[in-house]
Each structure stands twice: as C-alpha cells, then as structure tokens.
C-alpha cells in the first residue's frame, strides 16, 4: 500500500509560480511511476505530466514549458513546480502512483491517489 499526501496549494495571481508537493509512504516508493492529474469543476480529471523511476517524463501540451516535475527519491516525495500560471490552471490537483517503469497518462492505470489540493488562479 501506497499513502500520498499533496501540498503546496493556494491562491495565486496569473504569471505566478506554486509548488506541489506529494510525499508518499512506502520503502520502494522509487519504482513507482508518479503523476499529476488536475480537475477544474465541471470538466473531466485531465492528466498533467508523469514522470518515471529513470527520470523520463511526459507532459501535457498545455503544461509543457511551464511545468516541470521532479521527484526525491530519498525523500520519497515527488514535486511540480508551476511557472506562468495560467487562470485556466485552476484546479485541484492530483497526484497518483503506480508499480510501473512505464509512463501512463490515463487517469485509470493509477492505483493510488492523494485527497487533492487546490490551486486558484486569479487574473
């Protein structure tokens, strides 16, 4: 089992920066594949960027060059710096993780999910 705990959300105006945050339990954290999801109300769960043991990520067109996600391994945390924030980011954000060496970006393929957190953007 797999526990994963996101923070770092808030309030922010466009243009500015956030950093979420998902620490994770468990001592083979490493291999898991982790991603970030996000749901603005209304919409669909929408996949934002996934990144893999070997460090490989793939992200979403509408993130890319403004996000970038990192993990610690020895922290077993996994992290997503947000620049250039948009209005249309807001969301809660999700992070989610899997057993996987593979880069997934569908919603269903993930196993465990952290509770969200939310990221306001204002204009």
């Known amino acids: 089992q797999v526990q994963l705990v996101e923070s770092g959300g808030g309030l922010v105006q466009a243009g500015g920066s956030l950093r979420l945050s998902c620490a994770a339990s468990g001592r083979t954290f490493s291999r898991y594949a982790v991603a970030w999801f996000r749901q603005a109300p209304g919409k669909d769960r929408e996949f934002v960027v996934a990144?893999?043991?070997?460090?490989?990520?793939y992200y979403a067109d509408s993130v890319k060059g403004r996000f970038t996600i990192s993990r610690d391994n020895a922290k077993n945390t996994v992290y997503l710096q947000m620049n250039s924030l948009k209005p249309e980011d807001t969301a809660v954000y999700y992070c989610?993780?899997?057993?996987?060496?593979?880069?997934?970006?569908?919603?269903?393929?993930?196993?465990?999910w952290g509770q969200g957190t939310q990221v306001t953007v204002s204009s």
């Open positions: 990144i893999v043991r070997s460090g490989s990520t």
């Open positions: 989610a993780a899997k057993a996987s060496y593979r880069l997934l970006i569908e919603a269903g393929s993930y196993d465990y």
